[in-house]
């Protein structure tokens, strides 16, 4: 990606997944900040109320359960899923990269590894980033620092993490890597 430029008019995106607590959220900032490409990060929708801080548009679009069901019978979603079996619904709008593509960006998804697998399906040139940590137990250990889930929660979510790491393959081959 170094030194390319947007082009208007081209629909260019850049997927970045892998399980939680892998450092998307550092590499997001990172690459917003520094990169040499314009990118756009598209801010995801969820039913998950926010958390002390969080701010609707910005960390989120924090939707209520029949509003997120109705957009996406409307087909407002390039992707959605019920994230780590909590109930919660999250989703990629198709408002966030038309907006990017509109100011000639690329859009930039931080997903989930089933987002990425249907973005890539109907966008097979997509750039594909896949972050893991070090070890399982590094992984854990980062789960637990963060202080913000319950042990059912860093529990699934470790489950929830060796399934992604399986998929990972997936993703790779449909990029033809």
Do not use: H, N
């Amino acid at each position: 990606m170094a030194g390319a430029m947007a082009t208007p008019g081209k629909k260019r995106i850049v997927v970045l997944s892998g399980p939680s607590g892998s450092g998307k959220t550092t590499i997001v900032r990172r690459l917003t900040e520094e990169s040499p490409v314009q990118l756009y990060k598209s801010v995801s929708a969820t039913t998950r109320p926010p958390r002390p801080g969080e701010v609707d548009g910005d960390d989120y679009w924090f939707l209520d359960g029949g509003e997120f069901r109705r957009r996406i019978e409307a087909g407002e979603f390039i992707e959605f899923a019920e994230v780590f079996s909590s109930g919660f619904l999250y989703g990629t709008l198709w408002s966030e990269l038309d907006r990017a593509w509109a100011q000639g960006e690329w859009a930039f998804l931080e997903i989930d590894v089933e987002g990425a697998l249907r973005v890539v399906q109907q966008y097979p040139e997509a750039v594909t980033i896949f972050l893991r940590t070090p070890s399982s137990a590094e992984f854990e250990r980062r789960l637990r620092a963060r202080g913000t889930e319950s042990e059912d929660v860093i529990q699934r979510r470790i489950a929830t993490a060796e399934q992604e790491l399986q998929q990972q393959s997936l993703l790779y081959e449909r990029c033809g890597l």
